[in-house]
């Protein structure tokens, strides 16, 4: 077991490394211009010099607009999931609607936020959310629906009230739905916000950085806030599918090893 978890460790990590040598023998060796491709050693280099930049956007980007409007945009969805589910006439009426939102394109949105949020990170978190809300919403009534009939029955056998059935029955019945969700929105979380700052954005920001450094050329440093992102991203949606873990352990997913 413990030399299955190293391996599923090692064959990831050794294949990026071996990808990060093929990268700087490619650069070094076909005189590729900085401007075009820097090599990682140059990248390290501008990470290593700009830490505290890298920090301040990462702390702009990440933190206020991509996790805090991930977290209201989820809290929304499942809530609205719960509530929709009662009612036919917002199952019927609301969903298309929904499904029309979902599909307005970030540019479009993008740039109303920032007029109606101002240029801080909180025009960004709306962006999130409403990037999030939908995913949520559809995946959460989903998993409400994954219960079968036989199960709502035993319920109303024990005389269990509407909120006792949702509480104990639908909604941990719901949480693969839900944490799929939840993976899902992780990644269009950490987009949002990026694509969001090239709208409005004080002087700070991943978003802000990479579009002001692709104008003076600095594309290492462009590269550092895309290596910066992705590590973000990963780490997110690794704590969300451990937190799946603990939470979903007694679902078929979840038994490896069988």
């Known amino acids: 077991m413990i030399i299955d978890r190293a391996l599923r460790v090692f064959y990831p990590l050794g294949f990026g490394i071996l990808v990060l040598i093929l990268w700087e023998i490619s650069v070094h060796a076909f005189n590729i211009p900085p401007a075009i491709l820097p090599a990682p050693t140059d ?4 990470m290593a010099n700009s830490t505290s930049t890298l920090f301040a ?5 990440v933190v206020k607009g991509a996790l805090t409007g991930m977290i209201m945009g989820a809290l929304a969805g499942v809530a609205a999931a719960i509530a929709i589910d009662r009612s036919d006439f917002l199952k019927k009426g609301l969903l298309p609607v929904a499904n029309f939102v979902a599909a307005l394109p970030i540019v479009g949105v993008a740039p109303i936020m920032v007029m109606w949020f101002g240029f801080d990170w909180h025009s960004k978190a709306a962006v999130v959310v409403v990037m999030v809300f939908f ?3 559809v995946n959460t009534l989903a998993g409400l629906q994954a219960t079968d009939r036989m199960q709502r029955d035993l319920m109303r056998t024990y005389s269990a009230s509407h909120g006792q059935t949702l509480a104990k029955l639908r909604l941990p019945a719901a949480l693969p ?3 799929n969700g939840l993976k899902i929105c992780s990644t269009l979380a950490l987009i949002g916000a990026i694509v969001a700052e090239y709208f409005g954005s004080p002087t700070q920001g991943m978003g802000f950085r990479i579009s002001t450094e692709v104008g003076r050329l600095g594309i290492d440093m462009v590269w550092a806030e895309i290596a910066v992102a992705a590590v973000s991203g990963t780490v997110l949606y690794g704590i969300v599918a451990l937190i799946e873990r603990r939470m979903t352990f007694w679902h078929p997913s979840q038994r490896t090893g069988r």
């Open 43 to 46: 990248i390290s280099e501008a």
């Open 57 to 61: 956007d990462w702390l702009q980007t």
């Open 135 to 137: 995913p949520m919403l």
């Open 177 to 179: 739905f839900i944490f």
